[in-house]
């Protein structure tokens, strides 16, 4: 067990509509990564978090955004959904920025978007 | 262009031989290099994390090694188990002080009786 949770395992939503899915770090860790897991890609990095505030972005759509909460718990909004936003959504944790400590991930949110 | 590349895609082995998978990055500036394992429908777990300085690091029946002057890293995994099937992952820093993060697609092992 990694300690880091993300809800729902699975989330199933129609064209257009909006969701959000959650992410509790690991306890200690500072840091909370966003990932997407396509069916035939790699895990593509959207964006991080550091202690509330925005650390790095990646190649994530204006379509979706995210935050830190003070507890550390982050979410993911993703809205005006598309059939090819249908992929595993990944939260990872470290204890710094990620530079040297190893990540540690959440077992995922796979969408699907009919 | 920072791409991590990694072969074979995919691999099929008896339980109990040896394999090596590879990995050659063109990530510049070099920080580390992560070998993780995912195993299908979880989160990728880390294995070892290799700096610059680092050629070779075990974890159990994992050992990776790195030469950064060919910038290719491999992971032999020796006596492979049943529970060594999945996918590993070769992961590249980009940087020193961001988190450019750069994924390979995998290698997905299986591994039969």
């Known amino acids: 067990d990694s300690g880091v949770t993300q809800t729902p395992k699975h989330l199933i939503t129609a064209t257009g509509q909006r969701v959000t899915l959650r992410c509790s770090p690991r306890?200690?860790?500072?840091?909370v990564y966003w990932y997407q897991q396509s069916l035939d890609q790699g895990l593509q990095f959207l964006i991080q978090?550091?202690?509330?505030?925005?650390?790095a972005k990646g190649n994530i759509l204006e379509r979706f955004s995210a935050q830190q909460f003070p507890d550390l718990h982050s979410e993911l909004n993703l809205s005006s959904l598309e059939l090819g936003d249908s992929a595993l959504y990944f939260c990872?944790?470290?204890?710094?920025?990620?530079?040297?400590?190893?990540?540690?991930f959440g077992n995922g949110t796979r969408l699907t978007v009919t | 262009k920072n791409q991590v590349e990694q072969s074979p895609q995919s691999l099929i082995i008896l339980e109990g031989k040896n394999c090596t998978l590879q990995?050659?990055?063109?990530?510049?500036?070099?920080?580390?290099l992560r070998w993780y394992k995912q195993d299908t429908g979880r989160g990728p777990v880390s294995l070892t994390i290799?700096?610059?300085?680092?050629n070779t690091k075990s974890n159990g029946r994992y050992t990776a090694t790195l030469d950064a002057d060919t910038k290719q890293s491999s992971l032999h995994i020796t006596a492979s188990q049943l529970s060594d099937s999945a996918s590993y992952i070769c992961?590249?820093?980009?940087?020193?002080?961001?988190?450019?993060?750069?994924f390979g697609k995998g290698t997905t092992l299986s591994v039969s009786s």
């Open positions: 990872a944790s470290s204890v710094g920025t990620g530079h040297g400590s190893p990540l540690h």
């Open positions: 978090y550091y202690n509330g505030e925005e650390r």
């Open positions: 992961v590249v820093s980009a940087n020193q002080a961001g988190t450019a993060l750069i």
């Open positions: 306890s200690g860790d500072l840091s």
């Open positions: 290799m700096t610059f300085s680092e």
């Open positions: 990995c050659n990055y063109t990530v510049s500036p070099f920080s580390n």
